[in-house]
C-alpha cells in the first residue's frame, strides 16, 4: 500500500500550495483558511486535495488564531502556507509586524505545537526588501528555534537580539529546524506567469537532512531562443510570418543562452491560453450549456493606461494580483500585439496558476480574483513540494 506523509495547510485561499503539495506525494489532513468563499470553493474541490478520499480531509473555516492544533489527531510530517503578504506587498501600508493581519506568528505557532518533519512557508518577494529586513531575520529565526517564544512585554527587536543570542550559544537540536529561504520566479518552473515569491523551507534538525531549492527548469532566453533564431515558437502556434511580432524580450542578448542551453523555454500566455476558445458572453446562455470550459465568461471594462497595459500574449503573464480593493487594471488584463485588451476570464486566471480547468470557484468575480490573486502556483508548490518529500522518503 503506499504511503502518503501527512500535511496541514495554513492559510489555504483556493489551494494552489495544497493541491501542489498534494500533488507532490503528501496526504493533506486538515486546511485551515478564514475567507467564506476560499472555503466554499475548498469544499467544491475537495476531492483534489485528499490523496485517498475526500472524508480524510477536514476543512476549518475560522480565525488560525482561535485554532487548537491539538485537535489534530494524526501526525503531521509537513505543514505549509502562504500568511497573508498584505503587511509586506508594494501595494500595502507597509506597516510589517505592526500591521495586524502579520500572521507569521501563528505559522510559527504551528511549527511549535505540530513538530513537522518539515514546512513550506510562502510570501511576496516585498518581505526581502532592506526595509524589513531585520524582520525578515527575525522570521527565520523565529521558524530556526520555534520554542524560543517571545515573552509577555518583550518587544519583538528584544525577542530578535534574544535569538541572535541562542543561535550563537546554542548547538542545533530536535527542538531547532535547518531553514533556507529563496526568492523564485515561476516562469522559471514552468509557470505560464512571472511571480516572484519568497519561500522558507525547513527541516528538523534531528534529520540530518541536506536539501537545497530545486534548480530552474525553463529560461528566459530559450524562449527568446525560441521566438527570433528558429521560429519554432511561432511554427507551434501556426502564427503566419506576416504576423510573428517580436516581444521586448527578444530585444535582450542571448549571452546567457550558452548556460541555459538546456533548459526549456518560458510558458507564454499563448502557450497556457492556446486550446481555450474566445470567451462568451454571460448573455448567451447557449454558449454556457455547451461550453465545456468553466469560468470562462467575458469581464468588460478593462481599459490601458501608463503603467497597467496588461500581459503580452507572448510572454509569461505579469503577476495575477489580488488587490485591497478588488483587481487592479493592468495584471490581471492580456494586452494583444494590436494595443486591445481585455481582462483575463477567471479560467485563464487559473490556468495562469496552474489550477486544472474542472477546478470550481465560489464568489463574485472580483472575490474569485481574489482568491486566483493570492494563490501559489499549484505547478511551483508541486516542485518545491516533491524535492522535500524525496527527501523525507530516505527517512522511511
Known amino acids: 500500500m503506499t504511503s502518503y506523509p501527512n500535511s496541514v495547510e495554513l492559510f489555504a485561499g483556493a489551494g494552489g500550495l495544497a493541491m501542489g503539495v498534494e500533488r507532490a506525494g503528501f496526504k493533506t489532513t486538515a486546511i485551515i483558511e478564514k475567507d467564506k468563499w476560499a472555503c466554499q470553493t475548498l469544499q467544491q474541490n475537495k476531492s483534489f486535495f485528499t490523496a485517498t478520499n475526500s472524508n480524510s480531509l477536514e476543512i476549518f473555516h475560522g480565525n488560525i488564531e482561535e485554532f487548537d492544533f491539538s485537535t489534530l489527531t494524526k501526525n503531521v510530517q509537513l505543514v505549509s502556507g502562504g500568511p497573508p503578504c498584505q503587511p509586506f506587498s508594494l501595494g500595502g501600508k507597509h506597516k510589517a509586524n505592526s500591521d495586524n493581519r502579520d500572521l507569521f506568528p501563528q505559522a510559527i505557532r504551528a511549527v511549535r505545537e505540530l513538530r513537522p518533519q518539515a514546512f513550506i512557508f510562502e510570501n511576496v518577494k516585498g518581505l526581502t526588501r532592506s526595509t524589513f529586513s531585520n524582520y525578515f531575520e ?12 517571545q515573552k509577555s512585554g518583550e518587544e ?36 505560464p506567469q512571472k511571480r516572484e515569491r519568497v519561500f522558507f523551507v525547513g527541516f528538523r534538525s534531528d534529520l540530518n537532512i541536506s536539501w537545497s531549492f530545486p534548480s530552474q527548469t ?6 527568446i531562443l525560441d521566438q527570433t533564431k528558429n521560429g519554432g515558437y511561432w511554427d507551434r502556434h501556426k502564427v503566419p510570418k506576416e504576423q510573428r511580432i517580436y516581444t521586448e524580450l527578444s530585444k535582450n542578448n542571448l549571452t546567457n543562452l550558452e548556460k541555459e542551453i538546456d533548459l526549456l523555454p518560458w510558458s507564454t500566455v499563448r502557450d497556457a491560453l492556446a486550446d481555450l476558445p474566445p470567451p462568451y458572453s454571460r448573455s448567451i446562455k447557449s454558449n454556457v450549456k455547451s461550453n465545456r470550459v468553466t469560468a470562462h465568461f467575458a469581464q468588460p471594462g478593462a481599459k490601458a493606461y501608463k503603467g497597467h497595459t496588461g500581459s503580452p500574449l507572448d510572454e509569461p503573464a505579469k503577476t495575477l494580483k489580488a488587490g485591497v480593493h478588488g483587481v487592479p487594471g493592468g495584471e490581471n488584463m492580456l494586452r494583444f500585439h494590436d494595443g486591445q485588451v481585455r481582462y483575463f476570464t ?44 524525496k527527501k523525507l522518503h530516505i527517512l522511511n
Open 346 to 389: 477567471v479560467r485563464e486566471c487559473a490556468r495562469l496558476q496552474t489550477f486544472p480547468d474542472d477546478f470550481e470557484f465560489h464568489g463574485s468575480w472580483t472575490e474569485t480574483m481574489r482568491q486566483l490573486g493570492n494563490a501559489v502556483p499549484t505547478e511551483l508548490a508541486r516542485v518545491i513540494a516533491h524535492s522535500i518529500l
Open 218 to 223: 525553463h529560461s528566459k532566453y530559450r524562449l
Open 138 to 149: 527575525y522570521i527565520r529565526l523565529q521558524l530556526t528555534f520555534p520554542d524560543i517564544v
Open 156 to 191: 519583538w527587536f528584544e525577542h530578535l537580539c534574544r535569538l541572535e543570542l541562542h543561535q550563537k550559544q546554542s548547538s542545533y537540536d530536535h527542538h531547532s529546524y535547518q531553514v533556507k529561504t529563496q526568492v523564485l520566479n515561476a516562469a522559471n518552473y514552468g509557470v
